[in-house]
């Protein structure tokens, strides 16, 4: 028999009954909705692809500039911009053919609004739906997540909507509690959690004496992300056991090792596109193999979660 450093690690996993065969998830928001892109980052050792967050109506999104990087990751308040969920028809249809699962992800400003459009996406049998529910109710302004009985009513009430396709709710690090959204989700049906969203805020620029960005604050994400979002994941497996795609900095193998022993499933990618180009997935999941096989790890499923015990 050979031993665990000559052998190719297992690198397939699974989240909410969806088999991948690289653990490695491109993160929403990063390469939009169009289908030739989505299905190149496939090609290039994504395991699946989450479609940027698709809103009930077209949106334009935030003044320029509304992306920086700083040094240790970047900013961005890009403000939600998308084509609406009549216009991104076409491209679901496209996307049937990915050659890994697709994840729509979705937003809204009211409950209503997030079942309407998983109604009109289910035709399509995305592999998920993701909910973006650190997104602002209309209610009362604050976003979803603040508020677990608000979290418990939407992703209850999305879950009757997709029928059999997952539901994956994705936790904001702006919270007063990750255990308990993550719990409130659970109980509400969630098939599995993706953690984290960007972080609340801001760089001022000194010479200028004004904040960067247009719109003054924006999402953090990038590695000073990660030990944040490593703690959400963390929190979250701790409280519900649900599969997580943990994300929030994941820049090189290592990284996503350590979301996996925090407890993620599968690791999204965002900003290391941006760092690194689409070979990033590829890159990764080569530094991934490397670490395991000199560390006799033949299977990502055996280090899930394995910083809790
Ligand atoms: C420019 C940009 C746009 C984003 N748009 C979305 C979005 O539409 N929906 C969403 O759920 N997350 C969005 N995100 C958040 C990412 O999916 C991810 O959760 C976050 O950036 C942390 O991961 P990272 O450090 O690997 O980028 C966006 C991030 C960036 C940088």
Redesign the pocket.
Known sequence: MKAANETNPDVTTEVAGIKLNSPLVL????LGTSSDILKRVASEGAGAV?M??IGPVEREGHPNPN?IEFGF??L?A?G?PTPGVDNVLQEMEELKTSPVPVIA?V?GSTVDDFVMIVEKLKPYKPAAF?L?I?CPNKEDGLAFMASEDVVYKLVSSVKKAAGNIPVIP?LSPNTHSIPRIAAACKKAGADAL?A???ASAMVINIEARKPVLAYKKG?L??PA??PI?VRCVYEAYQATGLPIIG????TTGRDAIEMIMAGASAV?????V?YRGISAFREVLGEMKEWMRNNNVRSVKEIIGAAHY
């Open positions: 993160a929403s928001g990063i989450t940027k967050s992306v990751g970047m961005n890009v939600l992800s937003y993701e973006d650190s994705k993706c984290i969203n960007t999402g994400s990038g992300l990660k979002a994300t929030g900095g994941v999204g990618m965002g900003t290391a941006y």
